[in-house]
């Protein structure tokens, strides 16, 4: 065998197993998932639109996706991924494959979270189903920790819209007792990553598509002020990173503000950026606006924090 041929064998087996560990997938209820409601008409399916996007309906067996950072640059660093969607869909382009493969370059290990979508049709209490499964991301990864190769206390969650509603509720909610826990390892997060996050359920400032899928359409007062997680920030809430268009029109700025000066009120470490221009869903898609750098910003951020290597 001439040693070109037994470099090319070399770079197939080394691209193969990457893309395998790549594709790796931990089941978030291999026991069953609390609270469901069986029904087999309910099935999952991707759908690629016009715009190139890649979009999943009607997920019900939620589960990890494992992107490891290449062990020569490994941080020790973790984040969870909850992509976007209005809880109507999920995207898994430009808000989760992509995104994934960029905290790798950077040395973090990403963990893409395919959560279920609020629904009726399949939970008995759809306002607590998006949660059950992100608390339950935290744990097993957390739980699994040195497995990975990671450390417990470095794991964060990063959510785009109503992913980024996810990311905060759990950053709120990480003691709510939504499902019963058989461990003591806890699901908050040490920090997130929010980007044009839907944050309260106000119908004056909500995305209303986001705030009706979750809790219905006629939500009492004390249900809409339990989710609104501007109003349950305290000071063990942890530290964010948020990003936003100033020209969003789909989820107004004032969620992401309100986020801020919540945890401001309580002096936690917080960082934001309202770009001027560039809508809402940018993600990592390639657009002409200064919103294309918040990639840049986010990696200050985590490296003022100790959180990946300086450069």
């Known amino acids: 065998m001439n040693n070109t041929l037994t470099a090319l ?7 193969f197993s990457t893309l395998k560990a790549q594709q790796e997938t931990i089941k978030l209820w291999p026991d069953g998932v609390p609270g469901a409601i069986e029904n087999s008409s309910y099935t999952e399916e991707a759908v690629e639109g ?20 290449p062990k020569d640059i490994a941080t020790g660093t973790a984040i969870i991924i909850c992509p976007g969607g209005g809880y ?31 629904s009726d049709k399949i939970m008995e209490n759809k306002s607590i189903g998006p949660l059950q499964d992100a608390q ?13 190769n990671i450390k417990a206390d470095r794991i964060g969650i990063m959510g785009f819209s109503a992913g980024g509603r996810l990311a905060s509720t759990l950053s709120t909610h990480y003691l709510e007792n939504v499902y019963p826990v058989k461990t003591k390892v806890i699901a908050k997060p040490d920090f997130s990553i929010l980007l044009y996050p839907v944050i309260s359920m106000d119908p004056q400032v909500t995305h209303m598509g986001s705030r ?4 219905g359409k006629n939500p009492t007062k004390e249900l809409e002020q339990h989710f609104s997680n501007e109003l ?9 990173f948020i990003a936003l268009a100033g020209d969003d029109k789909a989820v107004p700025v004032m969620n992401s503000i309100s986020y801020f000066l919540a945890l401001k009120k309580y002096d936690i470490p917080a960082e934001m950026h309202i770009y001027e221009k560039g809508g809402h869903g940018f993600g ?26 300086q450069s």
């Open 9 to 15: 064998i070399m770079i197939f087996t080394m691209a």
């Open 50 to 69: 016009k715009d190139g996007i890649t979009r999943v309906f009607r997920t019900k067996d939620p589960e990890l996706i494992v992107f490891p950072a």
């Open 88 to 118: 109507h869909i999920t995207a898994i382009d430009h808000e989760r494959t992509k995104v994934a493969q960029w905290l790798n370059k950077i040395g973090i290990t990403a963990f893409v979270l395919k959560y279920r979508l609020p």
């Open 136 to 148: 339950s991301a935290m744990r097993i990864v957390r739980q699994d920790a040195k497995k990975w």
């Open 212 to 215: 009706t899928y979750l809790l």
């Open 232 to 240: 349950t920030v305290d000071k063990e809430t942890p530290m964010a």
């Open 284 to 309: 990592l898609k390639k657009i002409d606006s200064t919103t294309s750098f918040w990639t840049e910003d986010c990696e200050h951020w985590l490296r003022m924090h100790k959180l990946i290597k």
